[in-house]
């Protein structure tokens, strides 16, 4: 997926649906540098920071139990229209399912919608990808 992306303090509202990200730069997910364990990194991202807007389409009808998809490290926080939908320390070695916040759930609507993130990088690997996945059931190991 493509997200538009940057590496310098992008100002308020810049986690909000309408906001204008096109000077931001544009590249595939997932953000980080090759070292990373378990990662594919797409786009080197070397900074201590980045924030990444997505827009999505969500078909009509009410989703079952929606659940962001998250790689990260490190710290991040995940935005679904401007609402906070999660914040993450530390990081993860894989892709994991993280439920999102009742607010942002109500956030989410038929039609477009926007991913924002803001990841911050503090020491060894780094790398986020997010994505938003309607989880029908939960498998238990």
Do not use: M
Not at 46 to 54: A, G, K, L, M, V
């Amino acid at each position: 997926q493509t997200w538009r992306y940057t590496t310098s303090q992008p100002g308020k509202g810049w986690n909000e649906a309408d906001f204008d990200d096109s000077s931001w730069q544009s590249g595939p997910g997932g953000f980080g540098t090759k070292e990373t364990p378990g990662t594919v990194v797409r786009t080197e991202w070397s900074s201590p920071e980045i924030w990444i807007r997505r827009r999505v389409e969500l078909a009509a009808g009410k989703l079952a139990n929606p659940q962001l998809v998250i790689h990260h490290d490190e710290d991040a926080d995940v935005y679904l229209n401007g609402v906070l939908a999660a914040k993450v320390a530390g990081y993860t070695t894989r892709y994991v399912g993280l439920p999102i916040r009742p607010e942002a759930r109500k956030a989410l609507r038929a039609g477009r919608n926007v991913i924002a993130v803001h990841c911050k990088q503090t020491g060894g690997g780094q790398y986020i990808d997010v994505g938003l996945a309607d989880v029908i059931e939960t498998v238990r190991e």
